[in-house]
C-alpha cells in the first residue's frame, strides 16, 4: 500500500485540467499514484502542469480496448468521471523519463473536452458534485469482514501481507489503499471511483475483495507505464 500523504492546504481547483487516459489505474482523494512518464505528449503535460497549478486528472477509458492500439486509438472514449491528482514528487532520469508522484485531490466530472495542446488531451471539469472529496472522513464499515475477505483473496493470489499493519491502518486510508492497489477489473475501479461516498466505496470493495476470493485469479487490468 502507499504511503500516507501529508497534510496539505486547500488548493484551488483549475477551470482547465489536463487529464491522463489509462485503463485500470485508479486515484482517489488522497491517495498516492506513481507514474513513469515517456511518451513525449505526456512528458509535455508534466512539463506544463509543474508551470501551473501542478494537476493533472486520472481517467480511464471507456472502452480499454482501444487504449493503446494504432493511431485511431490515441484519444478513446473516456468514462465521465475521474479524479485530479497533485503533483508531489517528481525526479527526471538520465534517459529523460519523468518519475511523478500524484496525490489524489478531488474527483470531477468532465463537462466538456477541448483541442489538444502539444499532443495531450484536456477538459473542462465539473467540480461541484465532489465537495466531499476535499475533507478526509472516515468511512463507517465491516473492518473485520473486510480483512478476513482480503486474507482469502490475498491467499488465492499468492500474495504476501502485513495483516497487522492492515489492522491498525485508519479507516480511509486502508480503503483508499487498498481500492488503488488491488488488480480488479477497470469497471470494478470505475465503480469504486464513483461510489457515493466513503461508506458505499467502502462496502464494495468488500463486496469485490469477497467475489474475488472465490474466483479464479486473472492477470493484473493494468499498470502505471505510458
Not at 506544463?48 to 492500439?69: F, K, Y
Not at 466538456?112 to 461541484?128: D, S, T
Amino acid at each position: 500500500m502507499s504511503d500516507r500523504p501529508s497534510t496539505r492546504p486547500p488548493i484551488a481547483l483549475p477551470d482547465i485540467l489536463p487529464i491522463f487516459p489509462l485503463t485500470g489505474i485508479l486515484l482517489l482523494p488522497r491517495g498516492r499514484l506513481p507514474l513513469n512518464i515517456f511518451e513525449p505528449r505526456y512528458l509535455a503535460m508534466i512539463r506544463d502542469a509543474l508551470g501551473g497549478e501542478r494537476l493533472i486528472g486520472m481517467i480511464q477509458p471507456s472502452e480499454p480496448q482501444r487504449d493503446n492500439i494504432g493511431e485511431g486509438a490515441l484519444n478513446p472514449p473516456l468514462y465521465p468521471v475521474g479524479c485530479a491528482g497533485r503533483i508531489t514528487q517528481f525526479n527526471e532520469t538520465d534517459d529523460g523519463r519523468y518519475l511523478v508522484t500524484l496525490t489524489g485531490v478531488s474527483r470531477f466530472r468532465i463537462r466538456e473536452e477541448l483541442p489538444l495542446l502539444a499532443g495531450y488531451r484536456r477538459v473542462v471539469p465539473n467540480w461541484a458534485a465532489f465537495a466531499q472529496d476535499r475533507h478526509a472522513d472516515e468511512p463507517d464499515f465491516d473492518r473485520a469482514r473486510l480483512i478476513h475477505g482480503l486474507k482469502g483473496y490475498f491467499a488465492q493470489r499468492q500474495i504476501s501481507a502485513d495483516f497487522e499493519a492492515i489492522e491498525k491502518a485508519p479507516g480511509e486510508y486502508l480503503v483508499t489503499s487498498l481500492a488503488m492497489a488491488c488488480p480488479f477489473a477497470p469497471n470494478e475501479k470505475q465503480a469504486l471511483l464513483e461510489a457515493a461516498d466513503p461508506n458505499e466505496r467502502a462496502r464494495l470493495l468488500t463486496t469485490l475483495v469477497e467475489m474475488a476470493a472465490i474466483e479464479p485469479s486473472s492477470e493484473d487490468s493494468g499498470g502505471t507505464r505510458h
